[in-house]
């Protein structure tokens, strides 16, 4: 069973950094999937805001995190982090890790669907203050 677990989840102020961290444990047996990372502020939708192919060299990002977000995976401990900069108060919001199941096929805008996950993480708070 896979199971991804996020932690890292903080309270900043506005232009400050923080490190998510997601371990996906269950992949013994896959080298090759879809990772990504979500949030969900109070009263909206869960929105995309970046994913990687683990095992290559393939990310995606939202237009709203692009040039100060950076999704990074670690193969040596099976890892993948998300480094977000420059945060502004907008990127308040819980924070998921989501996996897609080994070899599915995801393409295009669909790496930053919600619809192309299987499996999700229980969240941590980001929250960051003006």
């Known amino acids: 069973q896979v199971q991804p677990v996020e932690s890292g989840g903080d309270s900043v102020q506005a232009g400050g950094s923080l490190r998510l961290s997601c371990a996906a444990s269950?992949?013994?047996?896959?080298?090759?999937?879809?990772m990504g990372w979500f949030r969900q502020a109070p009263g909206k939708e869960r929105e995309a805001v970046a994913a990687?192919?683990?095992?290559?060299?393939?990310?995606d990002y939202s237009d709203s995190v692009k040039g100060r977000f950076s999704i990074i995976q670690d193969n040596a401990v099976n890892m993948v982090y998300l480094q977000m900069n420059s945060l502004k108060p907008e990127d308040t919001g819980m924070y998921y890790c989501?996996?897609?199941?080994?070899?599915?096929?995801?393409?295009?805008?669909?790496?930053?669907?919600?619809?192309?996950?299987?499996?999700w993480g229980q969240g941590t708070q980001v929250t960051v203050s003006s």
């Open positions: 269950g992949y013994s047996y896959c080298s090759q999937y879809w």
């Open positions: 989501a996996a897609a199941s080994c070899g599915k096929l995801v393409s295009g805008p669909m790496s930053l669907s919600v619809r192309s996950y299987d499996y």
């Open positions: 990687v192919y683990r095992g290559s060299s393939t990310t």
